[in-house]
C-alpha cells in the first residue's frame, strides 16, 4: 500500500496526522496484522490517493482515519483533536459534525442517483441547499460525472464538511 498526495493550497496545517497506526485483528489461529506502523500527514487542500492491492489494508485505514474503528495502537489527530482518545459515543458525534464518507458500495438506495443518495441525508438534516452541497461534495471527489448514476453511496455531514473520506473501486 501506498499514500500519494498533491498540494493544492499554501496552507501546511495539517488537517489530518496519524503516528504509529495498528490495526491487528486476533482469531484462533494467531495475531494478524492489517496495518503497521502507519505515520503521515495530511494538509489543508492536499488530494490524497491511498492506493494498494486487494488486502493491503486500504479500507482499514481509511475506517481508522474516519473514526469508524479504533486503532490496535497508536494516534489520529484530526484537526489537531485526538480521535482515538474518544469513546464510541463520542466518535459517532464528531463523525455528524465532521466528516463526510463516499463508500464503494455501502448503504446505497438503488432507487436514487448517486446526487439523491448524498441530498438525502442533508436534507433530513436540514440543510437549505443541499442540492449544490451534493453536488459541490460529488465534484470534489471527481464523482461529478455521476449525478445520475446509482452507482455510489454516500453520507455526508449537513454542514458539507472539511474532510470527505472518499472510497473508490
Known amino acids: 500500500m501506498s499514500i500519494n498526495h498533491t498540494t493544492r493550497h499554501e496552507d501546511t496545517t495539517p488537517l489530518l496526522r496519524c503516528e504509529g497506526l495498528c490495526k491487528e485483528v486476533t ?3 494467531g495475531t494478524l496484522s492489517i496495518l ?8 489543508r487542500g492536499q488530494t490524497v490517493a491511498i492506493v494498494g492491492a486487494s488486502g493491503s489494508g486500504k479500507s482499514t485505514l481509511l475506517s ?7 486503532p490496535t495502537r497508536g494516534q489520529v489527530w484530526v484537526a489537531g483533536q485526538s480521535i482515538v482518545d474518544m469513546d464510541e459515543d463520542q466518535r459517532a458525534a464528531w463523525r455528524a459534525r465532521t466528516l463526510g ?7 446505497l438506495l438503488p432507487h436514487l442517483s448517486a446526487l439523491e443518495n448524498v441530498m438525502l441525508p442533508l436534507e433530513l438534516a436540514g440543510a437549505s441547499h443541499a442540492a449544490e452541497q451534493a453536488r459541490h461534495m460529488l465534484e470534489r471527489v471527481q464523482l461529478g460525472q455521476r449525478l445520475k448514476d446509482g452507482l455510489v453511496a454516500m453520507v455526508i455531514d449537513a454542514d458539507c464538511a472539511e474532510t470527505l473520506v472518499a472510497e473508490r473501486p
Not at 503497521?36 to 494538509?43: D, H, K, L, M, P
Not at 481508522?64 to 479504533?70: R, S, Y
Not at 464518507?101 to 455501502?106: A, L, P, R, Y
Open 36 to 43: 503497521n506502523n502507519a505515520s503521515f500527514e495530511v494538509g
Open 27 to 29: 482469531d484462533s489461529s
Open 64 to 70: 481508522l482515519l474516519g473514526g469508524l474503528d479504533t
Open 101 to 107: 464518507f463516499v463508500f464503494q458500495s455501502f448503504q
